[in-house]
Structures are given as C-alpha cells and as structure tokens.
C-alpha cells in the first residue's frame, strides 16, 4: 500500500488552493506529521520571494502544509502508464 511516508524524498503534485486556486503545485516531500506534510516547492517559494523583495536565499524553504489546506495528493508508482487514446 502506498502512504505518505513512503514517499518521503520524492516529487509529488499537490493541489493547494491557498497557494493557487486552480493549478496543481509540484512539491518535494520532505516529512509528514500527524497534522499535514513538510514540502518544498520553487512555484511556491518564488512569489513569495517576490513579495519580500529577495530574489535570492542562501537556503531552500520548506513549508508545512497542514492536510486542511490539501485538496489532493498526487504521487506515483514505478509501472508504466497507458492512456486510453494511446492503445486504440
């Protein structure tokens, strides 16, 4: 079974709508707690940056997104993907 914790380490695609209301964000999962997850994203850091005035910091952001903010969660498995269109 796939959990959250066993993709700790890997890009998944979240859709976070207090950071964009219509577009799913990537993310690297970082950690996960009982309340939500630690990710880091460069289309979530950088506008944020921008509204700070830095265009630049000596380190990556992470932020915690608690699961009350997550709409969805989109990670991945290590088999192949097909679509419909594809195999007609």
Known sequence: MLTLQAM??????AFVPIFHKTQLQPLKLHNVEAGGIW???QTIEEPILKRIGLT???KS???F???SQIVCIL???DVPYISDEAVR
């Open 39 to 41: 990710a880091e994203s």
């Open 8 to 13: 700790i380490g890997t890009e998944i695609i």
């Open 75 to 77: 990670g991945s498995l």
């Open 65 to 67: 997104l608690p699961f």
């Open 61 to 63: 952001a992470v932020f």
């Open 56 to 58: 630049a910091i000596p």
